[in-house]
């Protein structure tokens, strides 16, 4: 594993301090956890943004949508 060094301040410390002690585990493992669930939800965000700029993808109309949809409970 590659180490790298960070500066957090004092405050984060603490949480992170009590969050590692509270789940049991060590620091570097609740930072290790902490920096794959962000990255996951990044990528995640990086889809939906490249989804939302993606001019060959149709704008609907909400109140197109809510009739069609309101149209299939009845029918």
């Not at 889809?47 to 939302?52: D, E, I, N």
Request: avoid cysteine; proline fraction near 4%; glycine fraction near 2%.
């Amino acid at each position: 594993m590659t180490q790298i060094t960070a500066r957090l301040p004092a405050a984060l410390v603490e949480s992170l301090d009590e969050a590692a002690r509270e789940l049991r585990k060590s620091r570097a493992e609740v930072v290790r956890a902490a920096v794959e669930l962000y990255l996951a939800e990044y990528e995640d965000l990086a889809v939906a943004v490249s989804r939302l700029r993606d001019p060959s993808d149709p704008v609907l109309d909400w109140e197109e949508v809510r009739r069609d949809l309101l149209a299939e409970d009845q029918g």
